[in-house]
T-cell receptor
């Protein structure tokens, strides 16, 4: 089974709709992240969380919100989707007990806003 | 914040040749530099990383070099194989966040 799972894997929605992307992990990591990937722009950090009660904004948090429901679950919401939020979204985790270390990425969610 | 630039954006090499991807960073506080490989339809996966107290690290056909003074680091892949074809991302971290380069699409021609 995959260590980091994302649901849904693909989603098409209309402008103005609220949408939630979910991430679950079985790695036991305390740190979780949400990124978006756009062609030619690489990966940009939206939000990150170092434990259940810790939420931090990343580079591009406007128009997004998150919820850390449990250590293993981190959800990303688009309150009112707009077309320029069409992108590939990745959830990632890392082990804070090991200090500054690499991230494990999920398989991604492809979101299209029409 | 940190700014990471990555070059080239695309790279084609013959099987067996070497490939080099270069990144520069702006924040002297960055002290951790991972490299990721992303295959089509998948999330990025770590292939090698280096910390600022080390100048070079090697793992089989892959090596990374770091020049803190010049603020640049490079990925070297030797004896390339078709399965090395993918998009490669560098990243720099000054602490809690990671800043990624824009990616290099590597094609290894059999």
């Amino acid at each position: 089974d995959a260590d980091v799972t994302q649901t849904p894997r693909n989603r098409i929605t209309k402008t103005g709709k609220r949408i939630m992307l979910e991430c679950s992990q079985t790695k036991g990591h305390d740190r979780m992240y949400w990124y978006r990937q756009d062609p030619g722009l690489g990966l940009r950090l939206i939000y990150y969380s170092f434990d259940v009660k810790d939420i931090n904004k990343g580079e591009i948090s406007d128009g997004y919100s998150v919820s850390r429901q449990a250590q293993a679950k981190f959800s990303l919401s688009l309150e009112s989707a707009i077309p320029n939020q069409t992108a590939l979204y990745f959830c990632a985790t890392s082990d804070g007990a090991r200090g500054q270390t690499w991230q494990y990425f999920g398989p991604g969610t492809r979101l299209t806003v029409t | 914040g940190e700014n990471v630039e990555q070059h080239p954006s695309t790279l084609s090499v013959q099987e067996g040749d070497s490939a080099v991807i270069k990144c520069t960073y702006s924040d002297s506080a960055s002290n951790y530099f991972p490299w990721y490989k992303q295959e089509l339809g998948k999330g990025p996966q770590l292939i090698i990383d280096i910390r600022s107290n080390v100048g070079e690290k090697k793992d089989q056909r892959i090596a990374v070099t770091l020049n803190k003074t010049a603020k640049h680091f490079s990925l070297h892949i030797t004896e390339t194989q078709p399965e090395d074809s993918a998009v490669y991302f560098c990243a720099a971290s000054p602490g809690n966040q990671f800043y990624f380069g824009t990616g290099t699409s590597l094609t290894v021609i059999p």
